[in-house]
């Protein structure tokens, strides 16, 4: 059936109707919708393949693995930087290489629009030997992940689908059925020593030699089914231009090659190993050849190398001699900059002026708990005299990192999953006169957190760390981590306490707040500022919108406006999208937009006029 | 050929509803489609954008993504964000604004510069006359857009009848499950407020 369908939700559809009986992953712009399909399958339907949100990337593709060892076809799904989480097991499994067909969808950002780094994960194909396809459209994911569980069977390999957020988040018409065919296969592992441990060099060796055996295989086998496609135009006499494109800028070069009939072209999408052989064809029919593809030079070094082993003489263009941009995503603009450079226009005027007039910040949510606890830490700073610009407060991943806007200005940090901890340790260890503050959430806690606290819990460092934990994986759509209320998690699922586990690091300090309770917020953040040695603080409090989608809104604050003086303190400190200002009978008053207040109440503790109180009945606000 | 449609507004307008609405009626009407969408943060009150793409051939090949300078028409249902798109709009390409604007807190305490319509309008005027402005506007907001879009949309491109009101109100019925009569209503408005705001600035 034709239906109007995501990149990811592609991935998703060709799993199941690939007969996966496990599917696993990470969170993760722009991935996420991939695993979050599956997950909706199995909700109505059954029979339907096992699926779940594990703990963190590295667990999840242990858990693929194990399954596909036993047989079973499986698929795990990361963004980028999950990839780097999971790299570890992804390299040794590489060498003993797997049975039932096991799929690694990593999703990329060139052009940074999720906003983390612009990492080329087609390189951790060549680190650890594995075959990847970059589908170049929602039609294509949909057939190459079904071709990649065929792929993996056939050689051995776990097979990386990589796909960029242009084709992960377009949606077109794809032929695709929402069907599972399970394989049901009967599960086996057999036990085999050589093949599944790393003991000793003489075993390392040989399964590092078997897997170039079944790399060079897969190389053969992605030629005979033709994945990527050749255009030769001309032949040997009549030399020519090609413009050789990977992965989403096939069909750019498609729009524009159309009215460019004489230029040869090469699509890849099988990209490693890559095919020698269409290389080789491109290159004796061409003596000027243009490559794109976004981010790293990947292909452009392949070919380079190549074209130097057959002492071809023609030009390369690409990223290396420095015409084309190794950063930001590619449109039609940097594709007919290079075509007129391989045809040898002369350089045509950059088209397209930017105009950057406001950059809208995002904020917490209106009735967000992190606000909260950002508010109570910046009236802690204000009441013990500690300089802002002093106090270092590390952030991490997720929503909590949003406490680095205006106006709470309060995070300085951001580098990795649970990395707010470890950078919290060193730089209390290099002596900083203020204290160091750790910020981090639940889920970010969960997945890689663990760790430095345990760490920090060792060398008895001098750290508070705050754990903001509102129950949910927000930032990426509301999944359930370990700590979900159990009632929310759904399966035989049960709940993980993170107040357990830090009493069982050994976290003698241990304090949990509420962070709509402000007050008794303020005195525990700053007891625990002053005393010494980690010190954790747990404020918990329910993600303002999966509590609104569950029990609906129960009260309201509106502002007097009488009693208001227009001092926009509720705003100054928590800038709540909620408030606005309103012009009431000439005269200015901040007010609340009664469609977005939760009534949390926290504007209501900044206002030293009592202008702030719950709504009435009707909720009218001022 | 392709007809490129670039819309943007801010988390929580509905952007990506009303995109999607554009999209599956284009599609469902056999044209070749795809409609990529930003997204991550769209609750939060920052930017949103949806790239549409429209090819009469089924069997045309075009990438997902709008490239600069390659926008025939830009909708803009927020003012800051719209002008942050301008670099899409064609030469000569159709522009169409929803007048609000979202204005954090730090631009009201710190006064910090926020663009109007009039800015928005004297820079667009650079690049084209075809600038249509709705002053007032109803909500749903996404619903009232899509209603000036068929109107601004059926004044002067013959092919694109898909667009028109009727054909459109037919989408709308069968793609929202929920509050069917407002949006009806709000396209209307749209729709009528288009149809008598017509000139150009
Ligand atoms: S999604 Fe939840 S956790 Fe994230 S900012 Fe909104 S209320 Fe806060
Ligand atoms: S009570 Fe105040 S701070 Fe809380 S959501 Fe409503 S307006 Fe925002």
Redesign the interface.
Known sequence: MKRMISGNQAVAFAALEAGIELASGYPGTPSTEALTEICNFSKINDPSPYVEWSTNEKVAFEIAAGAAWAGKRALVTMKMSGANVALDSIVSVAYSGTIGGLVIYMADDPGAEAGMPEQDSRYFALLAGLPLLDPSSPGRAFHLTKYAFKLSEAVELPVILRAVTSVAHTKEIVEADYRYHPLARKPEFKRDILRFTKAGSAICVDQHKTLLDRLKLSKDVMHTHKINQIHLNGGNEKRGLCVISSGVLNHDVDEILSSRPGISSLKLEAIYPLDEDNITGVLKNSEGIVIFEELEPVVEMLVRSLASGLNWKGRIIGKLDGVLPRTGRYSSKEILKGINELEGNERQEEVGTKTQTYKHPITFCAGCPHRGTYVALNRVLKRLKLKKEETVVTGDIGCTILGMNPPIDSCWTEVSMGSSIGLAQGLALSGLKAPVIATIGDSTFFHAGIPPLINAAQHNSDILVIILDNGWTSMTGFQINPGTEEMLQGGNNRRVDIEKIVRAIGVDYLEIIDPFKQEDSVEAISKAIQAGGVRVIIAKRECALTALRREGREIKFRIYHEKCTFCRSCMRETGCPALEVKTIRDKQVMSIDADQCTGCGLCATCCSFGAINPADQSGQGA | MSENLFVTG?GGQGTITLC?LI??HA?DHGF??????????A?????VTGEIRIAENEDE??????????ADILIGMEI??L??S??YLKEGGIVIIVNYS?I??????KK????SLQ?AVE?FSKKTKQIYSAVEQVNPVNLFTLGLFSAVKSSFKVESDIFSCISLEKTIMNKMKRNKEENIKAFRLGYEYGKKTKEIF
Not at chain 2, 61 to 70: L, T
Not at chain 2, 104 to 109: A, D, G, K, Q, R
């Open positions: 801010v999607n999209a599956e599609s070749r489609t795809s409609f990529f969408q930003s997204r991550g943060m609750h939060r009150g920052g930017r090949s075009f990438g997902p993504r709008i490239s600069q300078d390659g800051a964000e002008i942050n301008y670099s979202y954090p807190s730090e631009v009201i305490l910090k510069e926020f663009p800015q820079l």
